[in-house]
């Protein structure tokens, strides 16, 4: 079954062609990150026409990538929610488009869903797992006893972790994307600044903005006494805490339900000391670990189609009357 999906939640307009569920076709990812750089962030307004000045560009050149004409798509799927609203009516209404026109079904698919299912273009998911979902917008540990079934065992109780590490970045000068030029900071960088280990506990839910206001209130502080902070070690300091807690409960949770397969997913599952925080720990634990290739971590719709092939095979098929939802739970 090839699988056309579209992805448009934020400011990625992206487009693949998946094969049941395993095989990817063609992608095609259009970043508008350069343009919103200018702003310092992404700006919902801009980000919603540049989908729709590009979205039959990327249309045209994934289809020729993949060797495919529309006729030759079995179904269309889309993201529907959560993101920016106009950004997701975009691609939402091209898939409509397509699916009306061409008689097929039209799959919703949450994005989160894709997030964890760029993890089957890798290898085909075991169950039980456990899915550590870390992104812009996410922080959650969830339960997956099998296919496109989710259970949500903790969450962030209020910043997610990419928004931190955005947030952070702006207060320590680095330019817009923050997180992976934080990333790459912390690895230049020391552990030197005396910072609090976020919701140290033995829940399964995780808090950022206690993290992220300690940040601030040091670098205020410093400036105050006419001293700058070292943007370095200030990123490795960081960075250090959220990989701890991140990795200090993912495996906790995965010890204490006896869970022997562990995926990361979402933007900030490309962060380089996660990825080897978890792959050491996994290791020793006795843990299969799979992160998706860096390419697959930030948004694209290539995990949107990976996912609507288990949403189809489970009855998700939406009517044209199928609305963009801003947030809404995983499940
Ligand atoms: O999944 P994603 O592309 O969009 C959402 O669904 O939110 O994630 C974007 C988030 C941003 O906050 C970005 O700063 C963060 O992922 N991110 C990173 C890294 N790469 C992307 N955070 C830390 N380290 C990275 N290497
Ligand atoms: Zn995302």
Do not use: W
Not at 15 to 28: H, N, Q
Not at 218 to 244: G, T, Y
Not at 302 to 309: D, E, K, N, R, V
């Amino acid at each position: 079954m090839k699988i056309l999906a579209i992805e448009t939640s934020c400011d990625e307009t992206s487009m693949s062609v998946i094969e049941d569920g395993t095989k990817e076709l063609a992608t095609t990812v259009l970043s508008q990150m350069d343009t919103h750089a200018l702003f310092g962030g992404v700006v919902p307004e801009i980000a919603s026409r540049m989908h729709i000045e590009n979205i039959t560009i990327v249309l045209d050149e994934t289809l020729k990538k993949a060797g495919l004409e529309l006729a030759d798509i079995d179904a269309f799927a889309v993201t529907y929610g959560p993101g920016l609203i106009g950004s997701l009516l975009v691609g939402l209404m091209c898939a409509k488009t397509l699916a009306y026109i061409y008689n097929k079904p039209l799959i919703p698919v949450h994005h989160i869903a894709g997030h964890i299912y760029a993890n089957n273009l890798e290898k085909p998911l075991e169950f039980p797992l456990l899915a550590l979902v870390v992104s812009g917008g996410h922080t959650e540990l969830v339960y997956m006893k099998d296919h496109y079934d989710f259970e949500v065992l903790g969450s962030t109780l209020d910043d997610a972790v990419g928004e931190a590490y955005d947030k952070v970045a702006r207060v320590i000068n680095v330019p817009y994307p923050g997180g992976p030029l934080v990333d790459k900071l912390a690895h230049q960088g020391k552990d030197t600044y005396d910072l609090p280990t976020p919701l140290n506990d033995d829940s399964y839910n995780f808090s950022f903005s206690g993290l992220k206001s300690a940040v601030i209130n040091l670098v205020h502080k410093e400036k105050q006494n006419n001293r700058e902070i070292i943007a370095e070690n200030m990123a490795c300091s960081f960075q250090n805490r959220v990989v701890d807690i991140l990795t200090k409960k993912t495996i906790n949770a995965a010890s204490k339900l006896g869970i022997k397969n562990l995926i990361v997913a979402g933007g900030v599952a490309a962060n380089s000391g996660l990825r080897e925080s978890l792959s050491i720990s996994c290791q020793k634990n006795n843990i299969d670990l799979i992160i998706p290739d860096l390419k697959r971590c930030t948004d694209n719709a290539a995990m949107i189609g990976a996912a609507a092939y288990y949403a189809y095979k489970k009855g998700d098929i939406a009517g044209l009357k199928l609305n963009a939802r801003a947030s809404i739970p995983l499940k």
